[in-house]
């Protein structure tokens, strides 16, 4: 799918600058980690992404509401799952436009919805059912691809199975019901990229295949996982009776009961289920369940189940915040708890204790830690891993096995960061860290005799001795027994905590003082408070859009906050005693945010009779008012031990403090004219405001003509519940009338009480319940109003005025119905220029207010909002002469202040990410690289400022490269310089680990360069070619080598050692060379050599042993048969019962495997046998016939004509040799090609089959120029450095050899073939530089 790079729509809503509310259970635990290190995950109705490494925030998504004409219906839903696409960079720039393909997002939404999100315009890219009816709530979804096409898979309702295509226009192309089943949970198949499976909470399992947009290319298989359902059954016969929402998923009607599962990354058919107290393993290919473990008491539920990339390990997250760590037993598919850990700290939590919502697993860290440990030939000691930049690491006696990174996201939004190391007691070398030592064949039945005495310490020596073949043991039986975990908490993200119920803004003059007056205020502080349910309030950083302190203030609900000068605040709380003899605990504090401490005032002994109903903060932090429910207010002074002043016996409805006075655009005419244009002026004073002033003080206080007042002192306006309007000034303890001029007694409200008010010197003004607006000037008198025409006014804020502002009116209204307008009452109508908007997208607006930030008349006024949905976003108002509206954000408020760079390419513009994935291929010197680090001198490289800029860009290239332009990466270098200077390309440990392996060889850096970008596979690919290109070799040249020639690849057994262990006369012994669960667990999916292939099917055999009933022991059969053991087989065959439907075939098959008779007759007369059983028999009894009279080539056809690709392989491994076992390789890597569509794994087939002109064809059928470059790059290295050590082997024994000359079949530099790849990649790289100089860079 060709998503094309476009610039965002002009209606398109820009969110860098939005906090999402805390996750819930709501969300069902969405999240997903992209192999890149991109994190997404749902809060409410948004999405929030982050940078898994440093877990800064990138950006937030509010999904757009659905297209209704109600205003509730137009409300964002739930966001209840997302998953990034599994497509990678695409480098198919010859052919299209640069595509954003890699950065989709597909959400499913509460009412159905399914959307396709660019991440890069950040806009929907792609509705697959904008308006679903019914509309039934998405439970889960994930990716299919079926080349050329790609499909969502997704859970509608409790039991709708849908498919949807990606093409436009998008359609559901398939649909099944399970009912009465409820579906839980949907995943992929790592292995084959159209198959995926559904599990159920009642234990269905759904198999489907996915092969093309027909309703008949869409295979299903239902199959049963047997589990207890009583608690279930209980919990859906509660939720029947309450007659719950048939359009609800699962989670929303059971949000405790979690049934999940998993792929095994590293087992083919191997599928991990955890119901709530179960652990089971599942075995596609035999239908059934090979071990159940069930959770130990005190255990709390499983939430989710997540296996280690690497490791045969599991990770099960539990509800109550725990983490449990299973592993699997030696020869067996059983898994046993070694430990479990606290995933959520009892320090520093509230109670209750947060919930953990979502755990993932790292994979991007899993591949280059591969990297790592495949070219690290110096660290053999367990200090190799070490980080010398982190000061908490040091060396000790314990042996690191592993590290895997774990995401952990809770309900308080919070996102936690894990390092889980798996440590062994010992002194012995790390072997794992070198899989190019192997040992010799003679020795690999050692290991068996090693393991009995567990504690001989010759055990030791002759185990590090024997670690042999490729996939290492890197301890013993016993230290695997001592293995130990520790989980270290490594970051944490702080979001907004909860829900939100209040926002306060400082004000522009907090810091004033009395020397420099009001009418020169302080740079105000770029923070927002903001306060929550939960009693937290949460100071937000709009500079760096994240959450800057936390402070756990109250309880109870935070149902006021203001701001006492720019570092502390005030907020309060009230708890109803009893609801029938009323009485409330009202709670006061003061929290610092310098110190953190909050402090308490206002503390009584007794409840009171009335709730605080309101405080207002004056502006400069000096007084406060508590306003009660029909009660008198308070007045104040806020110093160190707070002082009450006085209490006010009358029946406000609303007050507000007096805003600074603003600087004026002209002083010499201002005092002759009002700032606002008036309808209706009067310059009467009414007597029935004089009322007013008995309760203040009889002296007053001359106002000058320009509104201004003594410093010291400071004013707030007033509206009673009869109407009357007043303005009161505090001058130290004393307070007393402020005497302004009234306007006409016309101005009183008759029929709307007053509801909100703002007051900025000169100017009050007023909403009331009616949606009337009303300002009046209390210097002149002068008066205005209008009607909005809306409902009730909650809420009036003064826009910041700076020095040249053309008007000083623009004020912000929030209404009753949570919607928000902004009008300018200097316009002559002020209705008629407004910016009116009657609903913000998506969501309600709780609470609103204007950022103080601005310090030039060009900046733009930005509007703070708090949503219903627990949104904080911040909103830019455009402003001209003629009319205010929304700005498109193209371009961001201000810059964002970053802690430290994000170092993520693959957000890079598509050209850009290009050249620097190009840069890091050829090979550049790493003091090229801009890193931070805090420990340069233990550094492998030094790291200069900046390059400079007169010296030859080139010369930061390890060397000229032998195919293409060898001027393009210096023109790469130049558009890769901003980057650089950022230091947004690599961080320090990243470019520590390609210093250590940029001069390892060519297939080092392409490895590296793709676990980069996400591409997981492809790096496997780089770090297996040199194996596949020397067992080619070998094939080539008849011979083995003397010594491996490559520190990646592997020794080929001897043809004598490899005979005999598959003799029909020997029996396989699965315990003769023990592999470490802890292994390069990835390496298995490019699996293709004999020796491979046949120990990964050797260690099937033991886990279905004791599996019982006829098919059972069909596939034992098989698979004893596949790798040689003819003996055991037969004697599975002869125990079959003579009233079973299978005896006569079982004993045809016994008899024949046996036989050692009239050889050429038993061939003919079991080939026709054979031909019929094929023909009628799904067991495949036929293709053992075959076996039986070495017919193992058309055996080996016959399986993969069966679907038995892997079968077919393990068998053509056991008994094939030269071209008859490349044939099968190369049927095999067309299938997983063209059906399975794993480019990557097909190519290593094709190599390993010497397949090279395929495997070139592959790469241009796929529009890859640089890889198919890269790779005839990487061959010719690869192949001059096996060329070479050959030669110097026989020279060094004095032999000589005809064939070391032999060349790579297909890839001679003569060949046509390499010629056009070359021409090509020059083609590429020269649209490659055009296309990077066409696009800016992207900061975030």
Request: proline residues 6%; aromatic residues 8%; hydrophobic residues 40%.
């Amino acid at each position: 799918m060709s998503v094309p790079t476009t610039t965002p729509p002009s209606d398109s809503w820009d969110c860098n600058y939005m906090l999402s509310g805390p996750p819930s259970r709501n969300n069902f635990g969405s999240a997903d980690l992209s192999s890149s290190g991109l994190l997404a995950f749902a809060s409410g109705s948004s999405l929030s992404i982050l940078d898994s490494r440093s877990l800064q925030l990138i950006s937030t998504f509010p999904i757009p509401p659905p297209t209704a004409t109600n205003s509730a219906a137009s409300l964002s839903p739930f966001v209840t799952s997302v998953r990034w696409t599994p497509f990678t960079l695409r480098c198919d720039l010859l052919s299209s436009e640069p595509s954003n393909s890699h950065l989709l997002l597909a959400v499913g939404d509460r009412h159905g919805r399914i959307a396709l999100l660019d991440f890069r315009i950040r806009s929907v890219f792609l509705w697959l059912d904008p308006d679903p009816n019914p509309r039934l709530g998405i439970q889960d979804l994930c990716w299919i691809i079926s080349r050329p096409d790609s499909y969502i898979a997704a859970i509608n309702g409790t039991s709708i199975l849908s498919i949807y295509s990606t093409t436009t226009p998008s359609s559901c192309i398939w649909k099944y019901d399970t009912s009465p089943e409820y579906l839980s949970c949907i995943r992929r198949d790592p292995f084959h990229s159209s198959h995926f499976c559904v599990i159920g909470y009642k234990g269905l399992l759904l198999s489907v295949k996915v092969l093309g947009q027909r309703e008949d290319e869409v295979v299903i298989k239902e199959l049963k996982i047997q589990t207890d359902c009583t608690e279930f059954l209980k919990l859906e016969r509660d939720a029947n009776g309450g007659s719950p929402s048939s359009t609800s998923p699962a989670s929303g009607l059971f949000p405790l009961y979690m049934v999940k599962f998993a792929f095994s990354p590293q087992w083919r058919h191997i599928l991990f289920v955890t119901f709530p107290r179960e652990l089971v393993v599942f075995d596609l290919q035999y239908e059934t369940t090979l071990s159940a473990a069930s959770l130990p008491r005190g255990c709390a539920k499983f939430l989710d189940v997540s296996p280690d990339p690497n490791n045969d390990l599991l990770y099960c997250a539990h509800l109550d915040g725990k983490l449990s760590i299973w592993r699997r037993k030696e020869g067996e598919q059983v898994h046993v708890m070694c430990t479990m850990e606290e995933f959520m700290p009892s320090i520093g939590t509230s109670v209750p204790s947060p919930s953990i919502l979502a755990v993932l697993v790292c994979q991007s860290e899993s591949t280059l830690q591969n990297i790592g440990k495949f070219y690290a030939h110096a660290c053999h000691s367990p200090s190799a891993n070490v980080d010398f930049d982190s000061p908490f690491d040091f060396s000790d006696d314990t042996l690191l096995l592993s590290k895997t990174r774990l995401i952990s996201i809770s309900d308080d939004g919070k996102v936690w960061s894990w390092l889980l190391r798996a440590e062994g007691l010992g002194d012995f070398q790390q072997d794992v860290t070198n899989p190019g030592i192997h040992a010799d064949v003679a020795e690999v039945p050692i290991v068996g005799n090693v393991t009995s005495d567990l504690h001989a310490p010759e055990a030791g020596k002759q185990l590090e001795h024997v670690s042999g073949s490729r996939h290492h043991r890197s301890k013993s039986t016993s230290s695997q027994a001592d293995m130990s975990f520790k989980v270290s908490l490594v970051g944490q993200l702080q979001l907004l905590s909860s829900t939100l119920t209040i926002l306060a803004v400082p004000s522009p003059s907090l810091t004033a003082t009395l020397a420099r007056g009001g009418n020169y205020p302080a740079v105000a502080v770029p923070l927002v408070a903001l306060g929550t349910q939960s009693g937290t309030i949460d100071v937000v950083d709009v500079s760096a859009n994240a959450v800057a302190a936390s402070f756990f203030v109250h309880n109870g609900t935070v149902r006021g906050l203001r701001w006492l000068g720019n570092s502390r605040l005030v907020s309060f709380s009230y708890t109803q005693v009893n609801e029938k003899t009323g009485g409330y605990i009202n709670r006061l504090a003061v929290t610092c945010l310098r110190s953190g401490l909050n402090r308490a005032f206002r503390v009584l002994q007794k409840p009171e009779r009335a709730p605080i109903r309101a405080i207002r903060a004056s502006s400069s932090g000096r007084y406060l008012l508590i306003l009660f429910r029909d009660a008198p207010v308070e007045v104040w002074a806020m110093t160190k031990n707070p002082i009450m002043l006085r209490s006010l016996a009358l029946p406000f409805t609303v007050l507000e403090w007096t805003l600074p006075t603003v600087p004026r655009p002209g002083q010499n005419s201002f005092s002759e004219q009002s700032s606002f244009n008036s309808k209706d002026q009067a310059t009467m004073t009414t007597d029935g405001m004089s009322s007013t002033s008995k309760a203040s003080s009889s002296d007053s206080k001359a106002v000058g003509s320009d509104g201004s007042q003594d410093d010291a002192s400071e004013s707030f306006a007033f509206a009673l519940a009869n109407g009357a309007l007043g303005v009161f000034e505090v001058q130290g303890r004393r307070i007393r009338d402020f005497r302004p001029k009234w306007p006409s007694s016309s101005f009183v409200s008759s029929d709307g009480l007053i509801t909100a008010m703002a007051y900025r010197l000169p100017h009050v003004v007023m909403g009331d319940r009616s949606g009337n607006i009303r300002w009046w000037d209390v210097t002149t008198g002068h008066s205005s109003s209008f009607n909005t025409h809306r409902d009730g006014i909650r809420r009036i804020k003064f826009s910041p005025v700076v020095s040249g502002d053309r008007s000083r009116g623009r004020i912000a209204v929030l209404f009753y119905d949570n919607t928000f307008s902004v009008f300018d009452l200097d316009s002559q109508d002020p209705l008629a220029n407004s910016l009116l908007q009657p609903q913000f997208p998506g969501t309600l607006v709780l609470e609103l207010d204007w950022l103080p930030l601005r310090t030039d008349k060009n900046d733009p006024l930005v509007l703070c909002v708090a949503g219903a949905d627990s949104s904080f976003r911040l909103i830019e108002v455009k402003i001209n002469e003629k009319t205010i509206g929304y700005m498109p954000q193209t371009r961001a408020i201000r810059e964002r202040f970053r802690p430290m760079p994000i170092c993520l390419p693959i957000l890079y513009p598509t050209p850009h990410a290009l050249a620097l994935r190009m840069i890091l291929q050829l090979g550049v010197k790493p003091s090229w690289f801009n890193t931070c680090g805090t420990t340069i001198k233990e550094r492998p490289h030094l790291i200069p400022e900046t390059p400079s800029s007169t010296n030859d860009l080139r010369s930061h290239m390890i060397g000229l490269p032998s195919i293409g332009d060898s001027v393009v990466p210096e023109m790469l270098l130049k558009v890769l310089e901003p980057y650089r200077k950022e230091g947004c390309i690599l961080d320090d440990e990243r470019a520590r680990l390609y210093a250590t392996i940029v001069d390892k060889g060519c297939t080092a850096r392409f490895a590296f360069a793709a676990a980069i970008f996400g591409e997981t596979l492809e790096a496997l690919f780089w770090l297996q070619l040199p194996h596949a290109l020397n067992h080619l070799m070998n094939k080539l040249l008849k011979k083995s080598p003397q010594k491996a020639p490559l520190s990646a690849s592997s020794s080929e057994l001897a043809d004598t050692v490899m005979l005999s262990r598959i003799t029909s006369k020997g029996k396989s012994i699965p315990g003769t060379r023990e592999r470490d669960s802890l292994s390069l667990g990835q390496i298995r999916l490019m699996a293709f050599g004999q020796e491979e292939l046949w120990e990964t099917a050797s260690e099937r055999i033991p886990w279905h042993e004791k599996l019982e009933g006829e098919q059972a022991i069909q596939n034992r059969v098989h698979e004893l048969v596949s790798v040689g053991n003819l003996e055991a087989a037969v004697s599975l065959l002869l125990s079959t019962s003579p009233e079973s439907s299978y005896f006569y075939a079982n004993s045809l098959r016994a008899v024949a495997l046996s036989s050692a008779v009239s050889r050429s007759l038993l061939e003919l007369a079991v080939k026709v046998v054979a031909a019929n059983m094929v023909r009628n028999d799904r067991s495949l009894s036929g293709t053992h016939l075959l076996c039986a009279v070495g017919r193992y080539q058309e055996a080996c056809s016959q399986l993969q004509d069966a679907g038995c690709w892997t079968d077919a392989a393990t068998l053509a491994a056991t008994h094939l040799k030269g071209s008859d076992y490349a044939r099968v390789l190369q049927r095999w890597a067309d299938h997983v090609l063209h059906v399975e569509h794993n480019i990557w794994r097909a190519l290593i087939l094709y190599v390993a089959a010497g397949a090279l002109l395929e495997a070139l064809a592959a790469l241009r059928e796929a529009q890859q120029p640089d890889t198919a470059a890269m790779f005839v790059l990487a061959c010719r290295e690869i192949y001059a450095e096996i060329t070479t050590n050959l030669e110097n082997s026989e020279d060094e024994s004095g032999s000589s050899s005809t064939n070391i000359s032999v060349n790579l079949p297909g890839l001679i530099p003569e060949s046509q073939d390499v010629i056009a790849v070359g021409e090509y990649f020059g083609q590429y790289q020269r649209k490659l530089v055009h296309l990077c100089m066409d696009f800016q860079p992207y900061y975030d």
